[in-house]
């Protein structure tokens, strides 16, 4: 099954931009090669542009204060495991609290860096970093893979703190849906969504083998998917046939 996430907020969809860069970042610094280096170093510029905003540490912290809050609530309740719930409580404290102690925005001490700071602004050019324009760059990339996936591994831990962060809000966010079966009819899919519920987040799961590709779009009063089919000459068509898939709305 492929899975398919709609973010229903600008700050889901920032996390979930941040969730696919770091998960890339951690694929690529165990990796050997210097091309995987060089890409791990641009997915790591990547998170420092989303990073800039001004707002989201503090949207991350808010968030992990009002996790906390919530989970606090169930206590007492017969249904739910208190270690279980003393661990979740105790894993957003320690998220909270790296973040508090992180000066400025997350990647802030790597632009002190001069070398990395070269790489930056020359990476975003096509063909920007050949060895003519960055000798510094060309020789480091001709080191042993020990060694580059050491340094790179140091600069991004700094970003460690915001991406143990986004990792556990959207962990969380997901746990809270419980998946539907429903039937796209014709290829069309709508749901209203119910009154005093803010959901945050769509998930699809859509079995590959129908050969189908889900365009959904979704706001606070009801969610719609067309089931599109991708065609030999390289277009998506709208599809009028009946499928099923699997839906979740997370809160």
Excluded at 103 to 128: C, H, Q, V, W, Y
Excluded at 209 to 214: E, M, Q, S
């Amino acid at each position: 099954m492929i899975l398919y996430e709609y973010p229903f907020n600008e700050r889901i969809r920032t996390y979930l931009r941040l969730e696919q860069l770091f998960r890339r970042l951690g694929e690529l610094v165990p990796r050997e090669h210097p091309l995987d280096h060089h890409y791990a170093l641009a997915s790591m510029f990547e998170i420092m542009d989303v990073a800039a905003r001004a707002d989201l540490k503090s949207d991350v912290m808010k968030d992990l204060e009002k996790q906390k809050h919530q989970l606090d609530a169930y206590r007492g309740n017969p249904s739910i495991a208190e270690g279980v719930l003393d661990e979740v409580i105790a894993q957003i404290d320690r998220c909270f609290e790296s973040l508090n102690h992180q000066n400025g925005k997350a990647g802030l001490a790597l632009t002190e860096n001069d070398f990395l700071m070269s790489i930056r602004s020359r990476i975003g050019i096509p063909g920007g970093t050949c060895g003519f324009d960055l000798p510094a760059y060309y020789a480091w990339q001709h080191r042993g893979a020990a060694e580059r996936s050491a340094e790179i591994g140091g600069w991004a831990s700094t970003l460690a703190p915001l991406a143990e962060s986004v990792y556990l809000l959207l962990k969380l966010l997901r746990d809270s849906g419980l998946p539907q079966k429903v039937m796209a009819q014709h290829g069309q899919f709508q749901q209203t969504l119910p009154q005093g519920r803010s959901f945050q987040l769509l998930r699809l799961r859509l079995d590959p083998a129908t050969g189908l590709v889900p365009e959904i779009s979704g706001n606070r009063l009801m969610v719609s998917v067309r089931l599109m089919r991708h065609e030999a000459d390289g277009r998506l068509r709208a599809s009028n046939e009946d499928a099923g898939f699997e839906l979740t709305l997370c809160s």
